[in-house]
């Protein structure tokens, strides 16, 4: 009879056993982090740069920095950080959402790494994980945006070197003026 009852009981739980399901989410995002991200990362929501206190969103490939008082998304930096080397400047990985709403804890905490250099990127990378880091959508728009990237790049520099080149050219202009009008030849 103890056999009988301890057979039922094993066959009703084994009817009664719940198959568990397990859901596990493991996420890369190597491919999506650009040529001047930190190597040694295989997931990276945002790069937090302490040199121009700016975020870069990895998965949307955009800069989030402060602009008239308001934090604003652009797909390229503002004209005030051109001399800003990205490949340079140390980034520090940080995955929580929206952290530039805590701004100031970020800006304390790495306040001692602006102007180190010295961080290996993915470009330098010789890890095989980085081979073939920038995989874009396959339609080769992602290598078109960085050539135009580069070209807009190059254009402004030469525009700011051409805007210093006016400058002085005026400044000279103006000193010659005001020496001519203290010698008298430049009165009517």
Not at 2 to 10: E, F, R, Y
Not at 53 to 66: E, I, S
Not at 163 to 178: A, E, G, S, V
């Amino acid at each position: 009879m103890k056999k009988i009852l301890i057979t039922a009981a094993i066959f009703v739980s084994l009817l009664t056993v719940k198959q568990a399901n397990a859901q596990i989410s493991f996420s890369l995002n190597i491919g999506s982090q650009p040529a001047w991200g930190p190597v040694g990362y295989d997931h990276a929501d945002y790069y937090y740069m302490p040199d121009i206190d700016t975020y870069y969103d990895v998965p949307a490939h955009q800069y989030v920095y402060l602009e008239n008082n308001n934090w604003v998304r652009r797909a390229s930096l503002p004209p005030r950080y051109s001399n800003y080397n990205l490949y340079n400047g140390y980034k520090v990985v940080v995955n929580e959402r929206s952290p530039w709403l805590r701004n100031n804890v970020y800006r304390t905490k790495y306040a001692g790494y602006k102007g180190r250099t010295g961080q290996t990127v993915i470009r330098d990378s010789r890890d095989v994980k980085y081979r073939n880091h920038w995989t874009g959508n396959g339609n080769g728009n992602d290598r078109r945006e960085i050539r135009n990237d580069r070209r807009e790049v190059r254009d402004d520099k030469r525009e700011v070197r051409q805007d210093r080149k006016d400058l002085r050219d005026d400044r000279k202009d103006n000193r010659q003026d005001r020496k001519d009008d203290k010698r008298g030849h430049g009165r009517p």
